[in-house]
Every structure is written in C-alpha cells, then in structure tokens.
C-alpha cells in the first residue's frame, strides 16, 4: 500500500528559529502534495499545494514567505517555517496524491514554539 | 467558497448501536468524497471513499451519496468504543490539476461501553 513518512513527529525550537518538516512518499511518486495546519478541536485547514518541480501554490492568508515549501523530487516535499513564532504552533499534516492510490496523509508534526 | 459542513457534535450513542454522521458540501463540481478518522493526535486515516450516487458497503460502515442533495453521510453499525474519535468528512473537485481536499470541522463521536 501507499505509505507517505512525515519527520519528525515532534519538534520543539525557539522563537525566531527555523523548522524544516519532511514529507516523503515511500512506494509511489506523487502527483502533488499538500501541507495542513491542524489547531486544537480544529479541522484540518489546506495551507499550500506542491508539484514536482514547480513553485507552491498558497491557499490565502498564508504566508509564503514563512512557510517554504520545496517540493525537488516526486517523492519529497518539504516545509520549512521561518522565524518560528509561539502561534505558528500547531499539528501540520501532508499529504501525497496519486491517482491510483488517492491520498495518503503522512503522520503529522506536532511543532511546539517556545 | 466551497465548504463542506458537519454537525460538531459530540454525538454519544451506546455500544452496538448505529451512529449516524452527515456532511453537506456546497461546490456541486465535487467528484470524489471520503471519510476520515482521526484519533487525538493522531493524523486522520480513510474509511470510506465514494464517487457515485447511493450507498457503498464496507464491513460496519456504509457511506451513502446523494449528489442532487449535495449531501453525503456515513453510517457505523455495531458501534464500538474503539471507533470513538473524530470523523472528518472531505470532498475533492478536480478543478485545474490539482485535486484538493476540502475538510469539514469534524463529528466528534463517543461510543459509550
């Protein structure tokens, strides 16, 4: 089956640092991926979509300029949250696309700002 | 706006008892919906997937599609307290080439032992 990997499960950092979040698609190359923000008793919110090769595409009201996403191979994507702030604290999620496997969500970062 | 609608809950219903989840969408472009678990914490994982009018029957749960209503739901059968958590209906449209998943806020369910 599709197996998507998200590193790491869990991270601390400071305020004002960067954090970098990798989503990885195990045994399929995926379409696009996406990136979710999940606060407490919140539902899952799109932030930003990823193509192999080609710059993110930002839902509005995030900041891209914070939230750099790379997406180099069909396989990895990656989220980088800059000058990381208490309120960028939050469960992101990511996801894989494939047309015959659909979408796979990798297990989630829990980012905690202090 | 596409939005996808679901009643918060908390629903509370007696183990081995049929819990009944409802999700209303506005985009009628929709072409694909799914039903997701997710446990505390936990990353949401799929249950149920369904792309056609009427029902669609796996193991304890049946998901059913109505798209002249605009209006998916997901029934679980001899419910369990293991299948408390919440359930996060999703609808796709294939608009441009990107088929994005749009999240309702949740049911939270809890089956009571």
């Known amino acids: 089956g599709a197996v998507v990997s998200q590193h790491p499960s869990r991270v601390i950092c400071k305020s004002g640092t960067s954090v970098k979040i990798e989503c990885r698609s195990l045994d399929f190359q995926a379409t696009t991926m996406f990136w979710y923000r999940q606060f407490p008793k919140q539902s899952l919110m799109l932030m930003a979509t990823s193509n192999e090769g080609s710059k993110a595409t930002y839902e509005q009201g995030v900041e891209k300029d914070k939230f750099l996403i790379n997406h180099a191979s069909l396989t990895l994507s990656t989220l980088t949250v800059t000058s990381a702030h208490p309120e960028d604290s939050s469960f992101y999620i990511c996801?894989?696309?494939?047309?015959?496997?659909?979408?796979?969500f990798g297990s989630g970062t829990r980012l905690t700002v202090v | 706006q596409k939005e996808v609608e679901q009643n918060s809950g908390p629903l509370s219903v007696p183990e081995g008892a049929i819990a009944s989840l409802n999700c209303t969408y506005s985009?009628?472009?929709?072409?694909?919906f799914f039903w997701y678990r997710q446990y505390s914490g936990k990353s949401p994982e799929l249950i149920m997937s369904i792309y056609s009018n009427g029902d669609k029957e796996d193991g304890r749960f049946t998901a059913q599609l109505n798209k002249a209503s605009q209006y998916v739901s997901l029934l679980i059968r001899d419910s369990q307290p293991s299948d408390s958590a919440t359930y996060l209906c999703a609808v796709a449209n294939s608009g441009g080439s990107n088929y994005k998943l749009t999240f309702g806020k949740g049911t939270l369910l809890t089956v009571n032992p």
């Open positions: 985009d009628r472009g929709s072409q694909s």
């Open positions: 996801s894989a696309y494939h047309m015959g496997y659909g979408y796979t």
